[in-house]
T-cell receptor, first 113, second 114 residues
């Protein structure tokens, strides 16, 4: 079966523009996570969706960041008014209800110029 | 606060040598523990996990890790490293109460000398 997919794989945007990053989780996985990986840093938790529960947004760094998950499947991470410090690799992971292992997508490399 | 520490940012070993990557965590209960590997241009792949039971866990690619509660550690080991093991390794803790979260260390980059 297909793994977690993310699009685009690379995104270059100008400072101040909005961007949308997409994640397609593994079918049947109810949990979905977004992380940010900056150069030389570990994975920074951003947001967690589990089934129909309210998402855990505690990791979002500012109100410029938001995420949706439609129909319990595809998720979109939106960054408004991008800043240079938003440049990073954004990783999506999905799993069956935790605790369980996560399956990671290949990531979207975002570069803000 | 929960945290994961990987004290070694870079490690270099010769092919065929043994390897140990350190991971220490801070958590108020027994956590779920994971090691992931990220090869260049690849997504993160699970090497092994510990949920309960035997504290020595075996993973893929010949890796193993030992959970030591008294030391709050979950070090990753391999008896003989292969050149293809060159990658970045992440230790992660899964919380076991409240909202499930996974906390990752900052990673250890492994270089293998031929």
């Amino acid at each position: 079966g297909a793994g977690v997919s993310q699009s685009p794989s690379n995104k270059v945007t100008e400072k101040g523009k909005d961007v949308e990053l997409r994640c397609d989780p593994i079918s049947g996985h109810t949990a979905l996570y977004w992380y940010r990986q900056s150069l030389g840093q570990g994975l920074e938790f951003l947001i967690y969706f589990q089934g129909n529960s309210a998402p855990d947004k505690s990791g979002l760094p500012s109100d410029r960041f938001s995420a949706e998950r439609t129909g319990g499947s595809v998720s979109t991470l939106t960054i408004q008014r991008t800043q240079q410090e938003d440049s990073a690799v954004y990783l999506c992971a999905s799993s069956i209800p935790p605790p369980s292992r996560q399956y990671f997508g290949p990531g979207t490399r975002l570069t803000v110029t | 606060a929960q945290s994961v520490t990987q004290p070694d940012i870079h490690i270099t070993v010769s092919e065929g040598a043994s390897l140990e990557l350190r991971c220490n965590y801070s958590y108020g209960a027994t956590p779920y523990l994971f090691w992931y590997v990220q090869s260049p241009g690849q997504g993160l792949q699970l090497l092994l996990k510990y949920f309960s039971g035997d504290t020595l866990v075996q993973g893929i690619k010949g890796f193993e890790a030992e959970f030591k509660r008294s030391q709050s550690s979950f070090n990753l080991r391999k008896p003989s490293v292969h050149w293809s093991d060159a990658a970045e390794y992440f230790c992660a803790v899964g919380t076991t109460s409240g909202t499930y979260k996974y906390i990752f260390g900052t990673g250890t980059r492994l270089k293998v000398l031929a």
